[in-house]
């Protein structure tokens, strides 16, 4: 047991954003370690806007019984506008203060955490992140809770497109999720063995994936797969289809997009171990007097970072693996 040297009696916590397998995982950690430390618990329904609305419900350790295992999230999610503005804001602040609650653990992406740390300025609420999304886009953490059950997930379909692939000497340009960053496409394209990676990191020229291609053509591949990342400046995968397609009329050429089978599924244990971690590094840290920060995992070892720092700046990719990638290609 620690010793607490806050005055935090009773925590709230809700999941905030795009779902990520993991998230009911991370929920079990918040609400055991904080009974485990004598806090009571409130669990907040509908993100920030069961916050606004009076979402609550006061929980127990039974009520994250058999939720580990478990895709999605049981407290639900949704992105709100009202939360954006300083009424909805004050709103959701008084529901926190008519319940006596001390503070709050939100699990989420950066859009989350800027809307956490605005608010725990604003209405002097202490406020701790989890990061949790699947694209990994967080600085403060090496992984994010639900990044490696989604690069999983792309990874098998992957495998399982490269075997039709083959039978049918078939070119295949597979969408993956990343809007702002290629972390799934580039790990994907490396442990499935494609073609090409096409990442929002790099701009993309059609001629040099066009040359690529052929030379691909000439060491008699009988088959081809480009991992495309959707936020590529080309447009993603389908765009890029039209723009090549006239190019390789001998191949069968072919598009799939992943969409949001990336985002459900049953959590990898690595997931459920990290989440794990995170959730009860939420609540210690909040029993020691943090705020405003994010608890994350570097190197093995719990990392805080201040909410604002993990807004402000974008986690980059690891270059060696990207040129690994152009290698091995």
Not at 181 to 198: M, N, P
């Amino acid at each position: 047991m620690i010793e607490p040297v806050s005055e935090v009696k009773t925590i709230a916590v809700l999941t905030s954003g795009g779902d990520s397998p993991g998230m009911n995982a991370a929920v079990r950690a918040v609400v055991r370690a904080a009974w485990a430390y004598n806090v009571e618990v409130f669990a907040v329904y509908h993100g920030y806007q069961g916050l606004i609305e009076g979402e609550f419900e006061k929980v127990n350790s039974n009520f994250v019984s058999n939720i580990i295992q478990r895709g999605g999230t049981i407290l639900k999610s949704a992105r709100s506008q009202d939360f954006r503005t300083e009424e909805g804001r004050k709103k959701a602040a008084k529901q926190l203060k008519d319940r006596d609650i001390d503070a709050l653990v939100v699990i989420g992406g950066d859009g989350t955490f800027t809307g956490a740390n605005i608010f725990s300025n604003e209405h002097d609420i202490n406020v701790v992140g989890i990061p949790g999304t699947i694209d990994n886009d967080i600085i403060g953490t090496d992984e994010t809770i639900g990044y490696d059950t989604a690069l999983n997930t792309a990874l098998d379909a992957i495998d399982k497109i490269r075997d039709t692939a083959d039978a049918h000497e078939r070119m295949f340009l597979v969408e993956v999720m990343g809007r702002d960053t290629g972390f799934i496409a580039l790990e994907t394209a490396i442990a499935c063995g494609a073609e090409l990676a096409l990442l929002p990191e790099e701009l993309t020229d059609i001629n040099e994936v066009k040359s690529q291609l052929k030379n691909m053509l000439k060491e008699q591949k009988r088959s081809s797969l480009i991992v495309v990342a959707e936020g590529d400046e080309t447009g993603g995968a389908l765009k890029l289809a039209e723009k090549i397609k006239d190019d390789f009329k001998q191949y069968d050429l072919k598009v799939c997009i992943l969409g949001h089978i990336q985002r459900g599924g049953t959590p990898s244990a690595h997931d459920r171990v990290l989440a794990s971690r995170l959730g009860a590094a939420a609540v210690k840290v909040l029993l020691e007097g943090h705020s405003e920060i994010m608890v994350g995992i570097v190197n093995n070892a719990l990392k805080i970072t201040p909410m604002r720092v993990a807004v402000s700046k974008k986690k980059a990719l690891d270059h060696a693996l990207i040129e690994l990638a152009k290698l091995l290609r």
